[in-house]
Structures are given as structure tokens and as C-alpha cells.
């Protein structure tokens, strides 16, 4: 029976697919111990798991990040900046909690399965293999991994077609690695201090340095890296069931003859409802629609006067909603985008922060929906966008395709079969 370490920076859009994998594991009979923030604790022992917190210094609520950063800037240049400051400067605090648990410890565990920004685990991974147990990747996020066939992760850029896709992304590493040179030496000068040595690898490209990548999207939604140099399967999303919580008076509504249009901000970039809610419920507020708006426990007062159209909650019960669902109007927040891909459900996407160009231009690139390559759309490109989605069926056909594909996926018995192989001492192939 594995004994599985999960590892998750505490940030909710991490740490709830990690409770999926944790409650999955738990539930074949595994030993599962989750290493994350304190305001997790109830939720890891709900799962089945041992809870250990991050150390103080490794550990935030990621509630408050928006609030705490108003002058965070947006694109390349908000990645630069999370990368170095919410996600390098715990590391070695996160690399400490994870060396007691494993290095130190008498009974170590068999695998260590770490989100992609939990940095500490990259330096776990500088070890030899022989002094640690596999390090592995949950792909909670798009897969930022360096190919010579996709462009830099950050910069929401799809894929070309034809002979000018690869000198394109060759140019635009060169501008992204003069761009995060400050956070490469940041990050080098880490792993010298615990390895002696470079880290080895470009900072958006570090997960070629653990053993394996278990991505939690299918192929039909990520970019192909025919020349990946990790190997990487696809699990499918890990979707716990939505638990608690009574449904609003309205919920009847959904059943009516209206196409229901879901708009929501997530849980992180939702202070300033003006961003997306607001200007999609000025879009739609004229047409033929139900408008439902989840605003990620913010308060629905903040949203200000409501149209006749539109309902409102801090949260709703997704595996009952999306069903009902016709367009998902979201910032592209990874974990939603899914969970509106497994039920077919077309999506118009404005995301600018943290991974959501990326979720973006690949919703844009699988054909499953728009993306309006801004956080702030104006109204009247949003009503087009939703409009063009109800109108044309291409979008629903594509969006029914990745649904067909996450239900075939194998989920965590993919992970499963990866930690297998890797105990067994198995070479796995690259994709």
C-alpha cells in the first residue's frame, strides 16, 4: 500500500483538486498525508488524510492576495511577479517541511505528488534519486512546460500552423528569458545554497526536472510537445461532488425555457466585480436570457442593482448547475474551465492574471469557446461573444468532444499506474 505526500501552495483553485486525488486515494485504502496551509485542515481531514501545515513562513490566505496587492500588474508581467513573490519566496520553507517528511524521516513516503507552483517540491527533486522518493507533478494548471512547438507559458499565445510556429517561439523565449532573468537568479541562488549548483533549469520550465508530469486535463485541451524531455500522462480533471449548502428560491427558473448563462469571477480575482460581472450582466441584461452570477463568497450586495434577468449567489453546487448551463462566461480560472468542459458547456473566457491567458487561448485553441484576450471586456463584446455561442453549434460540438475525452480518462488510477512504474524502477515513456 503507498504512502502518498501531497503537497499544495494554499490557494483554494490548487488545493481542491488535491482533495480530490487525496479522497480518491483513501478511498482504494491508501495512505495519504497532505502537506498544506492551515485553513485547509478540516477540508484534508474530511478526505480520509493526515493533515501536516505548511510552516508559517510558507503558509497565506490566498482570500486576501487581491486585496493585499491592488497594484499587481496583469499579463507576463503578473506572472513575473508571482512567481517571485508567491511562489519563490516560501520555498525553502516549503523545501524544509518536505525534507523532515521525507529525507529525515524514519518511514518516508513512497511518492511525493506536489502542485506545479509548489516550488519546494522542484528542490526536493535536486536530490538524487537514490536519496528521495519520486517527485511528481499534479497538473492543476496549464502545463507550463518549454517546447520548441508552443510559446512561452504567460503569454497566452496559441500554437501556428506551418513552418513559422517554431522560429516564432524561439524569438519569444529569448524575450521571456531577458524578462525573468531577476527570478532566475533568485531561484538559482536558492538551490545553490542547498545544492551547490544552478537549479538547472529556466524558471517557467522547471517541471522537466521531476520525474513525472500527471496533468489533470486531457490531450484535446493542452498544446502537443512532441519533444517533452518528462514524461506526461492525462488524468482527466479531478471534479469532487459540490457538498452543503441549500439551493436559492430561484433554482426552479433553470428548468425554464431561457438559455442559462453562468458568469463568475472565481475565488481569487473577484474583489472588483466591474473586472467581468458587472459588464457581462450590462451585456446580457436586454436579452432572452437567465443570467446566474456565483461570486466566490464575496457578497452579492457588492454587485450593485440586479437586472430582472439576473439571480445571484456567493456560491452554488456546479455539479447540479452545469447541467443547466448553455455559456460559461468566466475570468478562466483552470478548475471552472473544467468543470464546465465535462458537461459540454461552451465558455467565453476574459481572463488577464495569474495562469488565465493560458486557460484562455487553449479554450480558444480546442474550438470550445472565445477567448476575448482581455480581463475587461467591454459590454458590447461580450453580448457578441455570447450571442456567436448560442448561435453557432461549433462551439458546443467542440466543448461535447473534450467532454467525451474527460469521461473516458482514467483519473487518478493514471496516477496511480505512473507511482507502479516508477516503484517497479520502470523507464516511462515521455508522453
Known amino acids: 500500500m503507498p ?3 501531497l503537497a499544495s501552495v494554499p490557494i483554494h483553485g490548487h488545493v481542491t483538486p488535491m482533495l480530490g486525488i487525496a479522497a480518491d486515494l483513501v478511498r482504494r485504502g491508501e495512505r ?12 484534508v481531514a474530511g478526505t480520509g488524510s493526515e493533515f501536516v501545515p505548511l510552516p508559517a513562513d510558507a503558509d497565506y490566505d490566498d482570500r486576501t492576495l487581491a486585496e493585499a496587492n491592488p497594484d499587481r500588474p496583469t499579463g507576463i508581467a ?7 513573490q508567491t511562489f519563490l519566496v516560501p520555498a525553502r520553507a516549503q523545501y524544509a517541511a518536505l525534507r523532515e517528511l521525507t529525507l529525515a524521516a524514519a518511514a518516508p513516503p513512497d511518492v511525493v505528488l506536489a502542485d506545479p507552483t509548489f516550488m519546494g517540491a522542484v528542490l526536493l527533486a535536486g536530490h538524487d534519486r537514490a536519496e528521495r522518493p519520486p517527485v511528481l507533478v499534479a497538473g492543476v494548471l496549464p502545463l507550463p512546460l518549454s517546447s520548441a512547438h508552443v510559446a512561452p507559458f504567460g503569454l497566452g499565445i496559441r500554437p501556428w500552423e506551418g513552418p513559422l510556429n517554431r522560429p516564432r517561439n524561439a524569438l519569444l523565449r529569448g524575450v521571456v528569458g531577458r524578462l525573468f532573468a531577476p527570478v532566475q537568479a533568485e531561484l538559482d541562488g536558492v538551490f545553490r545554497d542547498i545544492h551547490g549548483r544552478d537549479a538547472g533549469a529556466f524558471v517557467l520550465d522547471l517541471l522537466r526536472t521531476v520525474d513525472a508530469v500527471v496533468q489533470l486535463s486531457v490531450p484535446g485541451f493542452e498544446y502537443p510537445r512532441p519533444d517533452a524531455t518528462v514524461p506526461i500522462r492525462f488524468a482527466g480533471p479531478i471534479i469532487p461532488p459540490a457538498t452543503g449548502g441549500e439551493l436559492p428560491d430561484w433554482w426552479a427558473e433553470l428548468e425554464g425555457d431561457r ?12 474583489t472588483d466585480p466591474t473586472a467581468l460581472v458587472r459588464p457581462a450582466i450590462e451585456a446580457l441584461a436586454a436579452d432572452d436570457v437567465l443570467v446566474v452570477v456565483t461570486t466566490g463568497g464575496r457578497p452579492v450586495a457588492e454587485l450593485g442593482p440586479l437586472p430582472d434577468n439576473v439571480r445571484a449567489a456567493e456560491y452554488l453546487p456546479y455539479d447540479r448547475l452545469f ?8 475570468n478562466g480560472g483552470y478548475g471552472g474551465v473544467h468543470y464546465a468542459l465535462a458537461h459540454g458547456v461552451p465558455l467565453v473566457v476574459a481572463g488577464a492574471s495569474e495562469d488565465k491567458p493560458e486557460v484562455a487561448a487553449r479554450v480558444a485553441w480546442s474550438g470550445a469557446g472565445i477567448d476575448l484576450r482581455t ?5 458590447a463584446k461580450l453580448r457578441r461573444a455570447v450571442r456567436r455561442i448560442l448561435a453557432a453549434p461549433r462551439y458546443r460540438t467542440a466543448a ?18 505512473v507511482v507502479a512504474a516508477l516503484g517497479r524502477g520502470d523507464t516511462l515513456a515521455r508522453t
Open 32 to 43: 495519504v498525508t497532505v502537506l498544506t496551509g492551515a485553513r485547509f485542515a478540516d477540508a
Open 400 to 417: 461535447a468532444r473534450l467532454a467525451a475525452e474527460i469521461r473516458a480518462a482514467r483519473g487518478v488510477d493514471e496516477l496511480a499506474d
Open 78 to 84: 503578473g506572472l513575473r511577479y508571482d512567481i517571485a
Open 323 to 330: 447541467p443547466h448551463v448553455d455559456v460559461f462566461v468566466t
Open 375 to 379: 480581463g475587461r471586456p467591454r459590454p
Open 259 to 270: 438559455p442559462v448563462v453562468l458568469v463568475t469571477q472565481g475565488t481569487i480575482a473577484n
Open 3 to 5: 504512502h502518498y505526500l
